[in-house]
DNA sequence: GCGACTTTGTGCTCCCGTTCACGAGTACCT
DNA sequence: AGGTACTCGTGAACGGGAGCACAAAGTCGC
């Protein structure tokens, strides 16, 4: 049933999107949930599993139909239609984002660039003009019901947190490494881009006898067995 | 003991260690579970039990030295030492990450930005010259073991990342949007950026409820249709 | 020195997610 | 038609993490 996907599934949903649309290309009408599991990187019970909370999409002895599958993977998340994007902040990676082909490739469309300081107001980010913060009501406004990421430093990130629930916004992307307070019914999800080094480098750091081979490594084939 | 740091536990410790830094500012000597866990967005019981794994660096009935404690996170992590980190893809994101000061701040040494397009080797990004992708090698060898960033698009991802193993990386962090097939032994994080919109889209869509003024904290019954 | 108070550290339970293993349904060959 | 090979869907076992509640341990006031 697509009333209550796991949050854990969710996740996994837009990377099977993902291999479908490279397995689209490939030609094959159906895949089994061994390839298809293979090229998303997961295991194939977790696979059929998770595919399982969506609907009986498959076809025992078959297969899934790849086309018909990476629809109802879009229904379910919601990408079926143009979903709405302001982005706040405009440094080095509102910049980024702001140009990001990624976003529109997957059904999300920049509407507005914001930033507090008035100096930054009028610069052209690619197709947009950088409006100031204060005009986030407008924004929202025009712009329907939409998604609010945050690329500001974290000082500024719980008064633009503010702004965005104030203006209507439900849903945030936060990229300061900050904790925001939002009121219930706001969904927050966080993105800290040092988190995620510190994480690799506590990793790296427990590996204590790693180099034996003389080379630093080989072309050692990446037969993932 | 700071033998084997739950993957769950690890993942807060980066937000403790923010938190901390934030309330050393502050001034006050100590905090309790309480105060840090408020600041931190996290469930008290939840912040005292990640704590005991690294050991028992709090005193009962006064709280956690907020210094020395932070030592200690640091420590565990890996952060007392700087760690290099080498991007490579000078896109948007990569030009991006090159100048974010939140990597200096958190221990992490931007030591080169590679790319494959040999016409974007010689550009100046912040105090790096773009390298070509083929002096990958020299890199990793003159400055020790680092982190592999990966800011290509997906298509020139895996190739990225097989020069990366070859030249003796064993932690990747990859934003590139799609799944990487390396060697046991190496560790690899994806940060999908859409993913993550494509995540609050689907909760965002299952809301049927429309913002009303008045604040639905109750428990406001979400019925279909 | 002693009792009251504060706060940590942790045993225990519950729940979510992962994985295995197998029944059920489909296609194809003889 | 019957048998065989293949693949999905899922019940059940298993493991890890979250949260509760309390005992242990320390501080403070007198």
Chains 1, 2 share one sequence.
Request: hydrophobic share 45%.
């Amino acid at each position: 049933m697509s009333r209550g996907v796991p949050e854990a599934t969710l996740a996994r949903l837009p990377v099977y999107l993902r291999a479908l649309t490279t397995l689209d290309a490939g030609g094959g009408a159906t895949v089994s949930s061994e390839e298809l599991a293979t090229v998303a990187g997961v295991n194939s019970a977790k696979l059929r599993k998770d595919l399982s909370y969506l609907g009986s999409y498959g076809v025992r002895g078959v297969g899934y139909d790849v086309e018909y599958l990476r629809y109802q993977i879009s229904r379910v998340i919601g990408l079926t239609e143009d979903r709405p994007v302001v982005i706040v902040g405009v440094g080095n990676l509102g910049h980024a984002l702001g140009g990001y082909s990624g976003f529109a490739n997957r059904g999300f469309r920049v509407i507005a660039l914001l930033d507090a300081d008035p100096r930054r107001a009028g610069d052209l980010v690619g197709d947009h003009v950088v409006r100031p913060v204060e005009d986030l009501p407008d924004v929202v406004a025009t712009g329907g019901p939409c998604i609010g990421v945050i690329t500001t430093p974290a000082e500024a990130a719980q008064d633009v947190a503010d702004r965005l629930v104030a203006a209507g916004v439900r849903s945030i992307l936060n990229f300061a490494p900050a904790v925001l307070a939002v009121p219930d019914g706001v969904d927050v999800r966080n993105v800290d881009l040092s988190l995620e080094l510190q994480i690799l480098a506590y990793h790296e750091r427990r590996r204590p006898a790693p180099l034996a081979e003389g080379a630093p490594a080989g072309l050692a084939p990446v037969g993932p067995a």
